[in-house]
């Protein structure tokens, strides 16, 4: 194995790259399926594998918004301040409800003028979000990470295995960045200094790393691993990472690297 290299800052148009190829990944993925298969249940309660896609299709399209017409997309963050428990949920369901051949194309033409608009965006831009404004480069690894994990749901459900690829090295500094929001989303107050986190990448050969060396408390483990439990499509119990220090190990329970309320995350395996 390499000496630990560390985790550089994506570079815009790299990350379009990946984005793009993360989304093609799951297009093959899906494409094929029958009707019923398109009707088949996820891990997310509530969620078929139309729902999946249509959260990702409608996500797409106000990023899209946030990018082109941030008027526009000021009063849709006023529709979701008004139902912020169920608006994600409904923009799932009304895509959900569509043929899915309809389905297919939207989200392939929503993604793919996301991209544009993303790639014709002016050096330095920040562009509004549900949350605090973003740059290019980090609204795409946000892309990313969700079009990962919502595939994993896919394929957990389909019985499909992936395999992972360099692309969660986006993934995964997201995971690191949002320690403290963690903390914020259950009413606790963040630990004082940063942490170590040391990743093996999927290649086995790199190790990608966060934080200062020196660091008295860490993460270890594989990159994988620590890009399940982030986006909570896996339980701790069930992965290989370690925790060094009361605090990192307090954060392996309540990580996650996606904005909003808390999740429940998943069960352990075998406990259902």
Do not use: N
Not at 63 to 82: C, I, Q, R, S, Y
Not at 85 to 95: H, K, L, M, Q
Not at 107 to 117: F, T
């Amino acid at each position: 194995m390499s000496d630990p290299v560390p985790a550089a800052v994506p570079v815009p148009i790299a990350v379009l790259d990946d984005l793009r190829q993360e989304s093609r990944e799951l297009d093959r993925l899906v494409r094929e399926l029958s009707p019923e298969r398109w009707r088949t249940a996820t891990p997310a309660p509530g969620w078929t594998v139309a729902h999946q896609i249509a959260h990702l299709a409608w996500t797409d399209a106000a990023a899209l918004l946030a990018a082109t017409d941030p008027d526009a997309f000021a009063a849709e963050v006023e529709k979701a301040l008004g139902a912020p428990e169920s608006f994600v949920d409904e923009g799932a369901r009304a895509g959900a409800a569509a043929p899915p051949d309809a389905l297919l194309a939207r989200w392939r033409e929503g993604r793919e003028r996301l991209q544009h608009a993303l790639r014709a965006a002016p050096p330095g831009a920040r562009l509004p979000w549900y949350g605090p404004p973003m740059g290019v480069a980090s609204m795409a690894s946000a892309r990313l990470m969700e079009t990962w994990a919502h595939g994993q749901d896919i394929a957990d459900a389909l019985g499909a295995v992936r395999s992972p690829t360099a692309r969660l090295r986006h993934v995964a500094r997201i995971g690191v960045r949002t320690r403290d929001y963690a903390y914020g989303a259950r009413g606790l107050t963040p630990p004082a200094d940063a942490f170590r986190v040391e990743l093996t990448a999927p290649d086995g050969t790199e190790v990608w790393v966060y934080g200062p060396e020196d660091a008295p408390q860490r993460v270890t483990g594989p990159a994988l691993d620590f890009c399940l439990l982030v986006t909570q499509r896996a339980h701790r119990a069930d992965l290989a990472l370690r925790a060094e220090g009361p605090d990192a190990d307090r954060w392996l329970d309540i990580a996650q690297a996606f904005a909003g309320p808390a999740g429940l995350g998943r069960p352990p395996k075998g406990s259902i």
